[in-house]
């Protein structure tokens, strides 16, 4: 079953906007993580936040998390063509054995135009 | 320095024959496991490993068979192959089984089944 939606399902901005997606998620998380994939390629993690971390930075990309709500949104800023591709987020959950399982959601394609 | 490889890159089968999706990672990581990418499906955990002798079904293992010999290797098989198996097929591993370790994705196997 989906654990995280994201939203929108596909975004197409101009060169230098600033690109958002949402995720939302249906049970308690310990992370969340964010990951993207370019059109024929595996997924490449791009950045976790705990479930007791609010915000966090990785260069031009800004993560929220609002447990409260049970949602996060990815933002890019100072888009830049490079930057299109899919983008997924995921949850995770704990097997039997103790052992990471993570639930992406659908993603959410991001056409960047020059 | 190698990664998560998968071979082959694309396949071809007709209904009802066998096939193994070869994964190998070459970073010790203990935890491996095999996803699937459908349209508007988002990606869907077929079965994981925390180690070699250990594997456990994800949300989606039927019509497949794993097993995990050696820390580097976990090869997916196909008994007998059906249309509904058509599919983007991704290995992904991670330093770690428990909580806040991102994964790393092979570039995949798209699988086509006639």
């Known amino acids: 079953s989906q654990q995280g939606e994201e939203d929108p399902q596909a975004l197409s901005i101009q060169e230098g906007e600033n690109a958002t997606m949402n995720c939302s998620y249906k049970t308690s998380i310990n992370n969340l993580q964010w990951y993207r994939q370019n059109s024929g390629r595996g997924l490449v993690h791009l950045i976790l936040?705990?479930?007791?971390?609010r915000e966090k930075h990785s260069g031009r990309l800004r993560v929220t998390l609002d447990t409260s709500k049970k949602s996060s949104s990815l933002l890019i800023t100072a888009s830049r063509a490079a930057d299109t591709a899919s983008y997924f987020c995921a949850t995770d959950s704990l097997s039997v054995r103790g052992a990471q399982k993570l639930v992406f959601g659908q993603g959410t394609r991001l056409t960047i135009n020059p | 320095n190698a990664g998560v490889t998968q071979t082959p890159k694309f396949q071809v089968l007709k209904t009802g024959q066998s096939m193994t999706l070869q994964c190998a990672q070459d970073?010790?990581?203990?935890?491996m496991s095999w996803y699937r990418q459908d349209p508007g499906m988002g990606l869907r955990l077929i079965h994981y490993?925390?180690?070699?002798?250990?594997?456990d079904q994800g949300e989606v293992p039927n019509g497949y068979n794993v097993s995990r010999s050696t820390t580097e290797d976990f090869p997916l098989r196909l008994l007998s192959a059906a249309p509904s198996q058509t599919s983007v097929y991704f290995c992904a591993s991670t330093y770690m089984s428990s909580y806040n370790s991102p994964l790393h994705f092979g570039n995949g196997t798209r699988l086509t089944v006639t």
């Open positions: 970073m010790n990581h203990e935890y």
């Open positions: 490993s925390v180690g070699a002798g250990i594997t």
């Open positions: 936040i705990r479930s007791n971390e």
